[in-house]
């Protein structure tokens, strides 16, 4: 079978936060479909082949090329062709490719899937799309090439299918060992390696070690595409997919995508024990984990290993520094064990620290926000490597957070998160869409400012308190300095 993998433009919401993605879940779709049926698959990335194509968006840029460029790259007589939603406020954009696939091709099956379809997957069915797939999407994309009904694969459903009981998800691929690794085969790999996802230089691959979330944050979405249920790829088949890399490819990096990659402390030592084998024969290789860990899955063994296998910059998803609005958020972590795993970090020269933290967060008064502000102090003091990344509060779609703010009234708006109704981009670092009577929107980027000034050298401190001014209140402000 002749099948075509679409990957979207994206959007973001300003120029400066644009990057790039190395397609890991269509590519690990694109192996298994190579590996079940034999079938030709032809790849169709929006994002990279229209990547200097910047244009504005609403309250955002769309990057990537437009739906005709899109179209005109699938081939003729393509029977099957599956399109990745991976963010929800890319909906407008898939609905028009699926539209436009149709009108090209109004004999192939045109199949939805990704973040989107898995949260809203009533909006999703109502495209021009034959079909979506809620959840996981290998055994589910298997099976349709392999002209099973839609009503015999689980997760999969048709635009005219009524689901009595909601939308179960796709079956789940239960041992990851037995996939095979994201295909590397595809012709423009090469491209893929020398423009890393976070923009960096040298030569860069992302890398998925586990899936799956045991926690159950109240704001966060991933468990909607892959479960609760933790599932890691054993270390040995990670460390060979490593090897590969650095051996056919000359990856000089490696960007670990993991929501929990440090969850199991064997299997992780065991994974940086290989890289630092690697690196003794010369590979030059090192790491980071953009996504964040889980600051409690650390111990000051694992932290030498951090250390000796060369990662560059360790994100810690560490959230707020209050502990009752981590009780509200349902993020069970200890503050003061935070801070010690932060202390060792330190004290072993991880050479970045990054720190996630969220503000506007419902149930953030003013005094659990003092509290969360005296302990990033703290935190503060423990050394220049520990930089913070503040975001806004968000209701995404399928989140426990936007149903709790819906019961309490804290949103009213019944189309929010419909964005094919509502274009404009929800953003962590620029919207504040949650108002409580606990803040407004300009407290809670007064309280973002305010912690980013705590982390911040002093001279960036200054220019954010000048650029705002005339130049007149600027010049009287250096005076004060000086």
């Avoid at 979405?221 to 490593?242: F, T």
């Avoid at 005094?367 to 995404?396: D, H, M, T, W």
């Avoid at 819906?406 to 953003?427: A, H, T, V, W, Y």
Wanted: aromatic letters at 8%; glycine letters at 8%; a positive charge.
């Amino acid at each position: 079978m002749k099948i075509a993998l679409i990957n979207p433009p994206f959007l973001f919401p300003s120029r400066n936060e644009i990057v790039f993605s190395q397609c890991i879940g269509l590519r690990s779709i694109s192996s298994c479909l190579k590996m079940n049926g034999k079938h030709e698959v032809h790849f169709v990335d929006a994002l990279m082949h229209g990547f200097s194509k910047i244009r504005r968006y609403y309250n955002g840029y769309m990057v990537g090329s437009d739906v005709d460029g899109i179209v005109s790259l699938i081939p003729p007589e393509t029977e099957l062709v599956g399109i990745s939603a991976p963010f929800s406020q890319i909906a407008p954009i898939v609905h028009q490719i699926a539209e436009r696939v149709k009108e090209k091709l109004p004999d192939a099956k045109v199949v939805m899937g990704g973040v989107y379809p898995s949260t809203q997957p009533e909006l999703a069915k109502a495209s021009c799309a034959d079909y979506i797939v809620v959840g996981e999407g290998e055994q589910a994309m298997v099976g349709i090439s392999a002209n099973l009904k839609p009503t015999e694969i689980r997760g999969v459903y048709s635009k005219d299918e009524k689901p009595g009981r909601g939308f179960a998800p796709a079956e789940m691929v239960k041992n990851l060992n037995m996939l095979p690794f994201p295909d590397y085969s595809l012709p423009d790999m090469e491209r893929y390696f020398t423009l890393s996802q976070r923009m960096k230089r040298g030569r860069t691959a992302s890398l998925v070690t586990s899936r799956g979330c045991p926690f159950s944050c109240e704001f966060c979405s991933i468990n909607s595409v892959y479960g609760r249920k933790y599932r890691p790829r054993a270390a040995s088949g990670v460390l060979e997919e490593i090897k590969l890399l650095v051996d056919r490819y000359s990856i000089q990096a490696l960007e670990i995508e993991d929501d929990n990659f440090t969850l199991l402390k064997g299997r992780t030592a065991e994974i940086l024990e290989g890289i630092v084998r690697l690196n003794e024969k010369g590979a030059g290789l090192s790491w980071s984990t953009p996504n964040g860990v889980r600051i409690d899955t650390l111990d000051e063994s694992i932290i030498k290993l951090i250390k000796r296998s060369n990662c560059t910059s360790l994100t810690l998803a560490l959230e707020h520094g209050d502990q009752e609005v981590l009780k509200i958020m349902n993020k069970k972590l200890n503050l003061d064990r935070a801070y010690e795993i932060m202390k060792l970090l330190v004290k072993h020269e991880i050479p970045q620290i990054g720190v996630f933290v969220i503000v506007g967060y419902p149930g953030e008064t003013e005094a659990r926000y003092r509290e969360s502000l005296r302990y990033l102090k703290k935190v503060r003091g423990l050394g220049n490597s520990i930089r913070v990344i503040v975001n806004f509060a968000q209701p995404y779609p399928g989140t426990k957070l936007t149903a709790r703010c819906r019961e309490e009234g804290i949103i009213k708006d019944k189309d929010l998160g419909n964005f094919l109704i509502k274009r404009e981009l929800m953003s962590t670092g620029h919207i504040v869409p949650i108002t409580t009577p606990d803040f407004d929107a300009a407290e809670v980027k007064k309280r973002k400012e305010e912690i980013l000034n705590i982390f911040a050298p002093k001279w960036k401190v200054v220019v954010r308190r000048l650029l705002p001014m005339g130049a007149i209140q600027c010049l009287r402000e250096m005076k004060k300095l000086i």
